[in-house]
């Protein structure tokens, strides 16, 4: 396996992201994009990449803060994120840069693209649905921000292309029923083919071994973290067609 840190660039702005793929296998691939969480891209998110990349994929890890700017408590956690939850039109840009990235690589199939994403990642997903971004088939949000940027900031396709599937914790602090309902109606509204399922009494981060602040909503619960990858497993072989779902039925999550 080729797995190695990958820089690519948004006009005058370096992004150090993750690549991974089987190096072996002379063919190009469908792709998955994977989107951090708030901190930046970590360990975390170069071990689904890597994952994804036994399942036969190419993964990238995506930078969305750019190279060296990563978040290390809370406090800077919050500063690398918020410009770009007030400004869905960098955001946009920046998840558009790594796209174009991916699907210029020779090993890539630029018209079979996925892309998943947790917590902060779960919103840059859903914003890459919403823009109907070119090659991209289908996305997973795993307990992602659900909120829509403001209509009349940014143009969007009316219908949306790219299949949906919002991977949710009930009691999760950062999307609360009313979110989930107006997600929903958005989703319902812009006639997408979406999938929304709630996993009782977890909350936010449930995917992350790390999150073990309960008092806040911030737990991991293994039970909901497989079935959560067993369904993103099963979507990412629905979006890219049959003649690559023989390849994802035998590997497990990482970890």
Not at 15 to 39: C, I, M, T
Not at 78 to 102: E, I, S
Request: charge should be neutral; aromatic fraction near 10%; charged fraction near 20%.
């Amino acid at each position: 396996m080729h797995a190695a840190n990958e820089t690519y660039r948004d006009g005058t702005t370096e992004f150090e992201g993750y690549l991974a793929f089987d190096g072996a296998a002379n063919v190009r691939r469908p792709a998955v994009l994977v989107f951090h969480q708030w901190s930046g891209c970590s360990a975390f998110e170069r071990e689904k990449a890597e994952w994804l990349a036994g399942l036969g994929y190419v993964a990238l890890a995506v930078d969305m803060y750019g190279t060296g700017r990563r978040g290390s408590n809370p406090d800077e956690n919050g500063a690398l994120m918020t410009p770009l939850v007030q400004d869905r039109a960098m955001l946009r840009a920046r998840a558009a840069a790594a796209l174009r990235h991916m699907r210029s690589l020779p090993m890539v199939d630029g018209d079979r693209v996925a892309a998943i994403g947790f917590c902060f990642g779960g919103l840059c997903v859903l914003d890459v649905a919403r823009a109907g971004m070119e090659g991209v088939r289908g996305v997973v949000s795993l307990h992602g921000l659900l909120g829509a940027p403001d209509p009349a900031k940014l143009d969007r396709p009316k219908a949306m292309r790219a299949r949906v599937l919002a991977l949710h914790g009930w009691n999760d602090p950062m999307a609360r029923p009313d979110a989930v309902l107006a997600f929903a109606r958005e989703m319902h509204d812009h006639g997408a083919d979406w999938q929304l399922h709630a996993f009782g009494g977890c909350g936010h981060a449930f995917t992350n071994p790390a999150a073990q602040d309960a008092k806040s909503g911030m737990q991991f619960n293994p039970l909901a973290d497989a079935r959560s990858f067993a369904m993103t497993k099963d979507f990412l072989a629905e979006v890219f067609g049959p003649a690559w779902a023989t390849k994802v039925t035998s590997c497990p999550w990482p970890g």
